[in-house]
Each structure stands twice: as structure tokens, then as C-alpha cells.
């Protein structure tokens, strides 16, 4: 379920995940942690929000949107208003919510639920399921298969090649832990989740090793954020910066060698 639908069936709320990555290939490891968090206020689908995720390199975005009004930013820029945001605030939403959608797909959709009895979470009747890894032929499979994948014509970059050979042949191994389901709207609540994935040597690369262990959950659900704009804020631009300021550097008038305004230009 989506951050969207989640939304409309539960109301206002709070939703943070964290995720502990650690990959190990040839005796060497490499451990990442991300953390996530969603304000949803009431509205349902158009309602305001404010969404974040960020991570142990130092990366992450931050996305707010309010009024109808979008503002967004890298983890360490300055805000910018998006008038022209053609839809962007709404699949950063669902992409910071997905934290277990992204598990399901990463263990090739074979997770499976043994139920647990019915339970409470923060005071609301819920039901609680076990998780476990289905065999490989309860495999989840799309029911139209995807088009070959375009190559360009020099090959793949070797940092696309990595990306692809692990998507590719991934193999689960192991799964343990547990979701927590509303029983009145059917959103999950709570889950925390530990796996880990295998991905066999090939491509000149060694055989590498991922542990991947989730936590998230809801909470604040009814309680209304007032979701606020950012105190302060650039404002939208109507071409990119950087080419901007060449023209003005080199001394040529943005609208043109006609000598046109930056409003003519627009109106071309």
C-alpha cells in the first residue's frame, strides 16, 4: 500500500524507517544506514506533507509540499519553490514510504505472512503475521513480461554493470520477522524485517554478501502535523542557473541575439 492510499484510509500521521545495509565481498564489508520519515497531514492524497530521507554518506532529500505548493531540496542545499513540479513531490512521497515495498522486491516478492493472532499497537486492534521466505517457486511473477532492456552502443558503465548483475542474480537466502496490520483499514502499522541476499561471482566481480535488516512503522495516526512551509526559501527559476549565468558572463542578453525580452523567450 502506497503513501497515498495509507493516507486516505488511515488519516493524518507519522511514518520513519530505518535501514542497515551490509555488504561483504572479498573479505572486505561495507556497512550504510538510511533512515526515513513521511508527515502526512489530512486531506488524504492532495493533503500537505513533508517528506525526508538521508543517509550515513551524507546524502538524502527533503521534500515539503503545502497549500499545494511544493519545496524541495538536497540534504544540504537551500529550499526552492516548485511551481513547475509535474508531479515530482508526489513520487518522492511514495518512493520514502516504500521502504517495504522496496524490501518485497528486493527478496524477489517471496516473502511470506504465517499469522500471529490478533494483537494491539498503540492502542488499535490489529492482526500480527510472522515473515519467512517462501521457496523459490512461490516466486512472485510479473503477469507482462518487461521489454529487453535498451543497451547503449559502447556497453554499460562498469558502476551500471554492478547494479545490473545484482538485480539480476540476486539470490535470497534467508528472512525473519513480523508485520503488524490495522484490522479496521488493512495498513501496516509496524514491520521489522532481517535478510540477507547473495549475488554469485561473475562480470569479473567476487561473490558478494548482503545483510539487510528494516524497521518501520506508523504513529501520531489522527493527529494533525500542521505541515509548515519553509521559513526561508529560493524561488523558482524559470531556466536553469547555470546557463544563465554563462549568457551573463560572456555578456549576451537572454532573450536572444533579436534583442527579444526573457518574456518573449518564454512565449517561444
Known amino acids: 500500500m502506497g503513501a497515498a492510499e495509507t493516507t486516505e484510509r488511515i488519516g493524518p500521521h507519522l511514518f520513519k524507517a530505518t535501514t542497515q545495509f551490509k555488504w561483504t565481498a572479498s573479505s572486505k564489508s561495507v556497512e550504510l544506514s538510511e533512515s526515513r520519515s513521511l508527515i502526512s497531514g489530512p486531506g488524504g492524497v492532495n493533503g500537505d506533507f513533508h517528506g525526508q530521507i538521508e543517509n550515513s554518506e551524507d546524502q538524502g532529500l527533503e521534500v515539503v509540499r503545502v497549500g499545494g505548493t511544493v519545496y524541495a531540496r538536497n540534504r544540504y542545499g537551500k529550499f526552492r519553490q516548485r511551481h513547475r513540479d509535474r508531479g515530482m513531490a508526489e513520487r518522492e512521497r511514495e518512493e520514502i514510504f516504500a521502504a517495504l515495498r522496496s524490501y518485497d522486491a528486493l527478496f524477489q516478492g517471496r516473502?511470506?505472512?504465517?499469522?500471529?493472532?490478533?494483537?494491539?499497537?498503540?492502542?488499535?486492534?490489529?492482526?500480527?503475521?510472522?515473515?519467512?521466505?517462501?521457496?523459490?517457486?512461490?516466486?512472485?511473477s510479473e503477469s507482462t513480461p518487461n521489454p529487453p532492456l535498451p543497451l547503449p552502443k559502447g556497453g554499460m558503465d562498469p558502476s551500471t554493470i554492478r547494479r545490473s548483475t545484482f538485480w539480476e542474480g540476486r539470490q535470497p537466502k534467508s528472512v525473519k520477522g513480523e508485520v503488524t496490520v490495522d484490522q479496521k483499514t488493512g495498513v501496516v502499522l509496524h514491520a521489522r524485517l532481517e535478510g540477507r541476499l547473495v549475488v554469485p561471482a561473475g562480470r569479473g566481480n567476487p561473490e558478494a554478501d548482503l545483510q539487510l535488516a528494516l524497521e518501520c512503522g506508523l504513529s501520531n495516526v489522527g493527529v494533525n502535523p500542521a505541515v509548515q512551509p519553509p521559513r526561508d526559501f529560493l524561488?523558482?527559476?524559470?531556466?536553469?542557473?547555470?546557463?544563465?549565468?554563462?549568457?551573463?558572463r560572456f555578456g549576451i542578453r537572454r532573450g536572444g541575439p533579436d534583442g527579444g525580452t526573457e518574456e518573449d523567450e518564454e512565449e517561444r
Do not use: C, M, N, W
Open 235 to 248: 524561488p523558482d527559476v524559470d531556466k536553469p542557473l547555470g546557463i544563465a549565468a554563462a549568457l551573463d
Open 111 to 140: 516473502l511470506t505472512l504465517t499469522s500471529g493472532g490478533a494483537t494491539t499497537y498503540q492502542r488499535r486492534a490489529a492482526y500480527r503475521y510472522g515473515i519467512t521466505l517462501a521457496k523459490e517457486e512461490h516466486r512472485g
